[in-house]
């Protein structure tokens, strides 16, 4: 998810522990650290993104794609960076104010740094890029597959709660901003229907005509009741697509192995997603890409948006369209081409332990443009790169993650 989200989800659970916690004595002491207990957990929920100091440094695609997501963003990561977070606050209550907070409090606020930087491997688990939740048991990824990287929803459903919440003339600017700006670019971005941009539009006010009604503890109630129903909706939508394309898959060639569907729902939109279904019949390795409507009586996919592939060098798919799918592109190669650059070009098999919809091309000096369709595979991707056909020689420090497609590459 986009830090804006990850922030507001901080600053939410900061809001609602706080609340939670005034009928317990000494409410004193956590009202005079109000501030402090709200941007900690600001920082905490964001804490895991930490890597992005060491990922690609010196503009290394292949060192962002395998350290990004990576490390920090484990169980293990959010519970050192939780740690950290709660030490720091301790030193800073101390030295503000010459003594600790009392037993119960300290454990409080631990607990708070938990969830809130436990929240920020939920939030990007829920979309389609991926996440390590308990390397080093696991090395696979795993996706949600349900909620757009960017999510105004939430926006819209956290800031007017929020911007009450504070006495902050600041940060009611700031909150503010964040929701003027998520419904404009509502408007403006194409990826947002006019239905969804009108629909953001109206909940907007209906949130803040809730938060200014309701007195504080159910105005946090309601929002984080609200974020709740958002996520499910959006994964009631994303299990609908799934048993969709799947039926779709297996009604086009039923001799084919259907080996994975990456699904991404349009922002603002549980019903209409796009979806690149991984197949292979036989030796050849085939990807399809589609709409997806989960709700074809709301709207047929055909009617639906779609991030497009630009310049991904797909042909237009043979196969027939329904209500529920629209399949729009194809793209297929021997399996076995991938299979040998994998095991002949270390850096072709560290891009692999990332991508999860490969495509590629040869390119010049006996190297291949290896991409992931998920975000273009066409050379311009911020996930595509140019690896030797043949080298031993790899790069430094990569990541054991299992590769997605090691069902591909018998790994």
């Known amino acids: 998810m986009d830090n804006v989200t990850h922030s507001l989800a901080g600053l939410l659970l900061a809001e609602s522990a706080v609340r939670l916690r005034r009928p317990e004595p000494r409410p004193e002491a956590l009202g005079r650290a109000g501030a402090l207990v709200a941007i900690s957990s600001m920082i905490a929920a964001n804490l ?20 990004h997501r990576g490390y920090t963003h484990t169980v293990l990561g959010a519970v050192a960076g939780a740690l950290l977070v709660w030490l720091i606050v301790l030193l800073i209550w101390r030295s503000r104010w010459g003594q600790l907070p009392a037993r119960s409090d300290v454990w409080w606020l631990l607990a708070l740094f938990l969830v809130s930087s436990g929240s920020h491997l939920v939030l990007d688990w829920t979309n389609s890029y991926g996440v390590h939740l308990f390397w080093p048991i696991e090395n696979r990824w795993a996706y949600g597959d349900a909620v757009f990287i960017v999510e105004p929803w939430f926006w819209i459903i956290a800031v007017p709660a929020l911007v009450l919440a504070t006495t902050s003339r600041v940060a009611r600017v700031l909150l503010t901003l964040v929701l003027a700006i998520g419904l404009v670019l509502a408007w403006q971005v194409s990826l947002v229907s006019r239905g969804a941009a009108l629909a953001l539009t109206i909940g907007a006010a209906v949130s803040i005509a809730l938060a200014w009604r309701l007195p504080p503890g159910a105005r946090v109630v309601v929002a984080v009741g609200g974020w709740l129903g958002v996520t499910l909706v959006m994964f009631a939508g994303s299990v609908s697509a799934r048993r969709t394309i799947e039926r779709a898959v297996r009604g086009a060639d039923p001799s084919a192995e259907l080996l994975d569907v990456a699904l991404t729902p349009l922002p603002a939109n549980a019903v209409c997603l796009t979806a690149m279904s991984v197949e292979r019949a036989g030796e050849l390795y085939r990807v399809e890409t589609a709409r997806v409507s989960a709700a074809p009586a709301i709207t047929v996919a055909a009617r639906c948006g779609g991030r497009e592939s630009a310049g991904a060098p797909l042909h237009p798919s043979p196969r027939r369209s329904t209500a529920g799918v629209q399949w729009d592109g194809e793209w297929s190669a021997p399996s076995g081409v991938l299979v040998a650059l994998a095991r002949q070009s270390c850096p072709a098999l560290a891009a692999l332990r990332f991508i999860r919809v490969p495509i590629w091309h040869a390119a010049a000096d006996s190297s291949v443009m290896l991409g992931d369709l998920r975000y273009g595979g066409a050379g311009t991707g911020f996930a595509d790169v140019r690896v030797p056909v043949r080298s031993p020689t790899c790069q430094r420090a990569v990541p054991p993650w299992t590769p997605p497609r090691s069902d591909v590459l018998d790994f």
């Open 48 to 67: 895991p993104d930490a890597d992005l100091l060491y990922a690609g440094i010196g503009g290394d695609r292949l060192g962002y794609m395998l350290q």
